[in-house]
């Protein structure tokens, strides 16, 4: 429940606050890419570590997401908002500090868990503000577009620090906007509560994060392991068995961790599935060029980032007229048009040379940015219409914890799949080949869902599932 001040705060006050936290999680997921050449040099570290950069991060936060999200509703959105912000900033903090690769993996898993705590509350906190639908379609417009502009100038900004100032100085620039954003909530967001928040789930949550983290350990270590080890082969069946678990588990729960029923409306599994497939093929996009600018091209870490730039621009174009489209017209031409852009980008992609001329590249830079600005808002939209209004920080969480599982895994399988071509004499463009197969692939997959989750069918789903609950489901458009 919202507190009693809440009337004298703006709507659009809020969002910009929420905002500032979406600026410091998005940009620092890319941030990072474009320094990986220079922590490998300074820290001494193999392909597997630069993969465990990325996914200690995305791990944390894909796992905690949803506890997130049910601990913001129950103990106060705005609190667990400052909170995250403030250990997001303690753990930047520690990460400019390391002097080894462990060291490093151990604090931006720190920095995972402020994360977790920040995007679906700031989603939560932002539904709640803004209850008419066509009015949240437009702030989630606006949220998608911060989040188009917050992931795609992270390179530019990363390769600008790298080459001037060093690889730590990637993690100093969240301090001073984190702080902005902690004095400025505590000032400006008016508390507000779920009246009735979900109870603990601690088995739960285990068997999620024990899913997740077997499954992207035996991704990563399973080259040098080898895939037939016992270890490898332990993580796989942990990965497996954990899961299963959990799908027999959380429907027996009163409330779940989890409500598995939302997954009835198709709009609402659709845009979970559009979240792992994007943020997948986004994730393994970014950590792949980084490598390959600066290794097999020679570039700079700062031209690299530069060369980024056509994919910000029109990440964060598409990220305003999708947030429109999806106002007017409902995600489907989003969607569409988002797929038909990962296809055309990626497809240009499985002819990667050491020398494929630079205009391709940034045209296929630009085709991919569009596919992510234009997706970005439609999964938002969805995923928020397909839960009850009560339960936002969990709707929001769900959202953002397919993104995340999506990221983790998309830098494990690609990492690993280049690795094995490497082994067997391929160059480091070649390798990448099979990966931009298989993202041409998603790119299929999302232009066809595009169409199947806004048939009539489909979005009679999510009625369905609304009289499943005492709460009403806001109508998917």
């Known amino acids: ?87 997001f900033c303690v753990g930047s903090l520690l990460c400019s500090l390391s002097h080894s690769i462990h060291q490093l993996i151990l604090f931006r898993a720190i920095q995972g868990l402020g994360a977790s705590m920040l995007n679906p509350v700031a989603l939560s906190l932002i539904a709640n503000v803004f209850p008419n639908p066509k009015d949240r379609a437009r702030a989630v417009g606006i949220w998608g577009a911060v ?51 979900r109870r603990f789930d601690p088995l739960g949550q285990t068997l999620v994060f024990l899913s997740l983290a077997s499954l992207t350990y035996a991704v990563i270590e399973g080259p040098h392991a080898h895939w037939s080890s016992p270890l490898i082969l332990a993580l796989f069946t942990t990965a497996a068995a954990s899961l299963i678990a959990f799908l027999l588990y959380e429907p027996r729960r009163p409330e779940p961790l989890l409500d598995l029923r939302f997954f009835r409306s198709i709009p609402f599994a659709t845009a979970a599935i559009l979240g792992i497939l994007a943020f997948s093929g986004f994730a393994a996009f970014l950590f792949l060029n980084a490598l390959y ?109 397919s993104r995340q599982v999506g990221a983790a895994m998309g830098v494990a399988i690609a990492g690993t799949v280049v690795s094995i071509s490497r082994s067997s004499g391929s160059d480091f463009s070649q390798a990448t080949h099979a990966v931009w197969y298989a993202m041409t692939a998603a790119g299929t997959a999302i232009f066809a869902m595009g169409y199947i989750s806004t048939t009539p069918w489909a979005l009679s789903t999510t009625k369905k599932v609304a009289s499943l609950f005492d709460t009403p489901v806001p109508a998917a458009r």
């Open 147 to 197: 989040a188009g502009i917050s992931l795609a100038i992270g390179p530019l900004i990363g390769g600008a620090l790298t080459q001037t100032i060093g690889w730590r100085s990637i993690f100093w620039i969240n301090l001073p906007v984190g702080l902005i954003a902690i004095l400025l909530a505590a000032k400006f967001i008016p508390e507000s509560k779920a009246p009735h928040a």
């Open 293 to 401: 600018l600066q290794q097999a091209r020679g570039l700079s870490a700062f031209t690299t980032g530069l060369d980024t730039l056509p994919l910000a621009i029109a990440m964060f174009l598409c990220s305003l007229l999708s947030g429109r489209l999806v106002a007017n017209y409902g995600p489907r031409p989003s969607v569409l048009l988002a797929g038909a852009a990962f296809i055309s980008s990626t497809l240009i992609l499985t002819h990667l040379t050491p020398t494929t001329p630079l205009l391709l590249l940034l045209l296929a830079y630009a085709l991919f940015g569009t596919g992510l600005g234009l997706i970005n808002p439609a999964i938002s939209n969805s995923a928020i219409a397909g839960m009850p209004l009560t339960q936002t920080g969990v709707a929001a969480a769900i959202a953002s914890t």
């Open 1 to 87: 429940m919202p507190s009693p001040n809440s009337r004298s705060t703006h709507p659009d006050v809020v969002l910009a606050i929420c905002c500032c936290s979406l600026l410091l999680v998005g940009m620092d997921v890319t941030i990072v890419n474009v320094a990986l050449p220079a922590i490998q040099l300074d820290l001494h570290a193999q392909l597997s570590g630069l993969q465990w950069i990325f996914d200690a991060y995305t791990l944390v936060v894909a796992s905690l997401l949803m506890f997130s999200g049910s601990m913001s509703d129950r103990f106060g959105r705005r609190r667990v908002f400052q909170i995250g912000l403030t250990t």
